[in-house]
């Protein structure tokens, strides 16, 4: 299975990206669906997740009201919408998929820069 990203860049303070993880194999059955970043010199953190079981969505606290998560199930393609950026949201994104236990897939992340 693979996981490509795309949509990062560089943007400035204030203004949207929308980042795109297409799969390999089909979206409507993956359990788990998330976005992570890692910014320079800092551990990878959780952004946003969606598990399919409870219908439930998480958003880290720095980025709720700001980002939103999605999928594509025709496209097989998940989204990470990202509105209002900071400077602060410079990091490396990464996609990240969960079909079963044994079957965890990560993307090779795309860069987003947030210029002040």
């Known amino acids: 299975v693979h996981l490509v990203e795309s949509g990062g860049g560089l943007v400035q303070a204030g203004g949207s990206l929308r980042l795109s993880c297409a799969a390999s194999r089909s979206t409507l059955s993956i359990k788990v669906m998330g976005w992570h970043r890692q910014a320079p010199g800092k551990q990878r953190e959780l952004v946003a997740v969606f598990s399919s079981g409870g219908g439930i969505t998480n958003y880290a606290d720095s980025v709720k009201g700001r980002f939103t998560i999605s999928r594509d199930n025709a496209k097989n393609t998940m989204y990470l919408q990202m509105n209002s950026l900071k400077p602060e949201d410079t990091a490396v994104y990464y996609c990240?998929?969960?079909?079963?236990?044994?079957?965890?897939?990560w993307g090779q992340g795309t860069q987003v820069t947030v210029s002040s």
């Open positions: 990240n998929a969960v079909w079963a236990q044994s079957e965890n897939y």
